[in-house]
C-alpha cells in the first residue's frame, strides 16, 4: 500500500510539472508573434500551426488532468505530447541547433516519460504471480 501511494504521488507531481510546461509552452507560442518565424525556420508553416498545436496542448493537459476522462483517450493524449516532443527534437537537430536548443525538448520530454511511466502504473491492474492475459 505504501508502495501505491507513492506512485501515485509520484505520478501527479511529474504529471503536473509536465502539463505546466506544455501549458507555458502553448501560452508562449499564442502570445509571442516571433513563434511563426521560429516555427517557420524549423520548416513549418507559419501561418496557423502555431494555433492548432497550442490548442492541442491545452486539451491534452485537460485529458490528462480531468479524472473522469477515460483511459483511452488519455492514452491517444500521451501520444500526441510524444509526437510532439520528438517533432520538436528532430527539427532542431535537423536546423543543426546546439545542444542548448535541445534541453528544454529533452527536459520536457524526460517530464512526459516519468509522467506516462508512473500513469501505466497506476492504470495496469495487478495479476497475481504467473498468470497471464493473452487478450491485450
Given at each position: 500500500?505504501?508502495?501505491?501511494?507513492?506512485?501515485?504521488?509520484?505520478?501527479?507531481?511529474?504529471t503536473?510539472?509536465f502539463c505546466?510546461?506544455?501549458?507555458?509552452?502553448?501560452?508562449y507560442?499564442?502570445?509571442?508573434?516571433?513563434?511563426?518565424?521560429?516555427?517557420?525556420?524549423?520548416?513549418?508553416?507559419?501561418?496557423?500551426?502555431?494555433?492548432?498545436?497550442?490548442?492541442?496542448?491545452?486539451?491534452?493537459v485537460?485529458?490528462l488532468?480531468?479524472?473522469?476522462?477515460?483511459?483511452r483517450l488519455?492514452?491517444?493524449?500521451?501520444?500526441?505530447?510524444?509526437?510532439?516532443?520528438?517533432?520538436?527534437?528532430?527539427?532542431?537537430?535537423s536546423?543543426?541547433?546546439?545542444?542548448?536548443?535541445?534541453?528544454?525538448s529533452?527536459?520536457?520530454?524526460?517530464?512526459?516519460?516519468?509522467?506516462y511511466?508512473?500513469?501505466?502504473?497506476?492504470?495496469?491492474?495487478?495479476?497475481?504471480?504467473?498468470?497471464?492475459?493473452?487478450?491485450?
Amino acid at each position: 500500500m505504501k508502495g501505491s501511494k507513492r506512485f501515485v504521488a509520484a505520478f501527479w507531481i511529474f504529471t503536473a510539472l509536465f502539463c505546466l510546461e506544455m501549458t507555458f509552452t502553448a501560452y508562449y507560442e499564442l502570445a509571442n508573434p516571433g513563434v511563426g518565424r521560429n516555427f517557420a525556420r524549423l520548416g513549418f508553416s507559419n501561418h496557423a500551426f502555431h494555433v492548432e498545436l497550442s490548442v492541442a496542448k491545452v486539451l491534452g493537459v485537460l485529458a490528462l488532468l480531468v479524472p473522469m476522462v477515460p483511459a483511452r483517450l488519455k492514452e491517444w493524449a500521451y501520444v500526441g505530447f510524444a509526437i510532439n516532443l520528438v517533432s520538436a527534437l528532430i527539427a532542431h537537430l535537423s536546423m543543426g541547433d546546439g545542444w542548448q536548443a535541445l534541453v528544454p525538448s529533452a527536459t520536457t520530454s524526460l517530464l512526459w516519460a516519468l509522467s506516462y511511466f508512473f500513469w501505466r502504473l497506476q492504470a495496469t491492474p495487478s495479476r497475481p504471480h504467473g498468470s497471464s492475459n493473452t487478450n491485450e
